[in-house]
DNA sequence: CGTCTCTTTGAAACGCGTCAATGGCTGTGG
DNA sequence: CCACAGCCATTGACGCGTTTCAAAGAGACG
């Protein structure tokens, strides 16, 4: 049952039932605890990941302690693509955000693995040229909209990817702090708290600690794309 | 004489003359006047190129006309690499930012040939993942830094990356206005034009129309680092 | 039950975007 | 060859969104 998860990745697009054992018979099971590290920014690129339970935030932290997130990586999902292009280093830091199980292939496996089943090849590159285009669209984003905009797109993007739907809104996957999300759209904790107050008291969403549910995701997108009319 | 140029480009690592030499005779001249566009964003991605001669400049244009411009690529370097990667669309506007001279290869044109040189397509590969940790490095300079420090850092990089050097100074390649250099750093003309009249008058960098020669890298380095100390 | 982490809220300062108006190159056409 | 028309750059004043700093409250975990 719960290879299903994996079935879904997008890692195993167009391989069949026997490529799929095959890879996955090959893959050495890791256990993470809530902020254990998998793997750190600029460290040499040993291991190729896929999520099968938890989530990973991916983040990069500057020398002054400011810490960016960049994505949160959910079951099924690949982390460590680089391994696939023979690139030294991991370019970000990769921790469990809530206890997290993933399955991990060394270097030299998944080279085997890639050469026996190119289209895994062809899958992992595509997610780093996906990934790439994504960053592309967050320079755009961080430079030419408003913080009140991010935000609400952030929200709507976590719920959209990975939420989990509840008789009153979406429920976002895993625990997210004010800092996180903050981290993840380049402002402060202090505005994002700000904002998610006034958005709780106009039930946009809910939220307990470290975690929101997004109750209205019309009304957020709308936010995210031309700022409130303040009233 | 002029093959050399292309001899250099990363996209011929690994490869041996008679190879390169199949590769160069299998593409097809694109010759670009200033402004042309060679590619637009979210366009099928057709072709892949390597520039021969002169600069592109890549950028994405948001709905409200808005313009944010990511690398200029000379010669030697790649455009299109997605188009290796079978995904359909360009994910960014490539426009000759001078008179320009291109190679290109058509997708089919191409996945033969990285079929018959593999380590062609390793280099193409290697190139987006590269792409994709600049644009992450890119993602947090936006969100941690002061516009100061991100405009004297772009100087830096501009006349690092394909500078010609001067008796007084590194010369920036090619054309750039106030306008693009706001765009590369996420800000407005205004503000980079106060800062690089500050600059000039402090015998930083000199400026023509159009045209940026930078004089001491180290103090625009030291800028980007820490913000100036306002005098 | 205490400690640590996460969150809230206020007040003040400031960087930078926005708007407006002017001035200087450049190359194109009469 | 000169002059006009665009394009590019400069400079000032103003306002606003956000950051910054400080202090205190609430929930979770051992």
Redesign the pocket.
């Known amino acids: 049952m719960e290879q299903m998860i994996q079935d879904a990745s997008p890692i195993f697009a167009g391989l069949d039932d026997r490529a799929r054992l095959a890879i996955l018979s090959a893959a050495r099971p890791h256990v993470l605890k809530a902020r254990d590290v998998l793997a750190r920014e600029g460290e040499p690129a040993r291991t190729f990941h896929v999520v099968q339970l938890g989530h990973l935030k991916l983040s990069r932290v500057s020398l002054d302690g400011n810490e960016i997130v960049l994505r949160f990586v959910g079951p099924g999902e690949p982390f460590g693509g680089v391994v696939a292009v023979g690139d030294a280093t991991y370019p970000l830091t990769a921790t469990a955000a809530e206890p997290t199980r993933t399955l991990g292939w060394s270097r030299a496996v998944l080279e085997e693995l890639m050469s026996a089943h190119p289209r895994l090849r062809t899958n992992i590159v595509s997610q780093i040229s996906r990934h790439l285009s994504d960053a592309l669209t967050r320079v755009q984003e961080v430079?030419s909209?408003?913080?009140?905009?991010?935000v609400a797109r952030a929200l709507v993007r976590l719920a959209a990817h990975g939420g989990v739907p509840t008789p009153h809104g979406v429920d976002i996957a895993h625990?997210?702090?004010?800092?996180?999300?903050?981290g993840l759209v380049?402002?402060?904790?202090?505005?994002?708290?700000?904002l998610?107050?006034r958005w709780?008291t106009d039930g946009l969403i809910a939220?307990?600690?470290?975690?929101i549910t997004v109750l209205s995701p019309d009304r957020l997108a709308a936010l995210a794309e031309s700022?409130a009319n303040?009233s």
């Not at 939220?207 to 975690?211: G, K, L, M, N, P």
């Open positions: 430079t909209d408003r913080v009140e905009q991010r625990p997210v702090t004010r800092d996180e999300l903050a380049g402002t402060t904790l202090f505005t994002v708290s700000r998610l107050a709780e939220s307990r600690r470290r975690r700022p303040r």
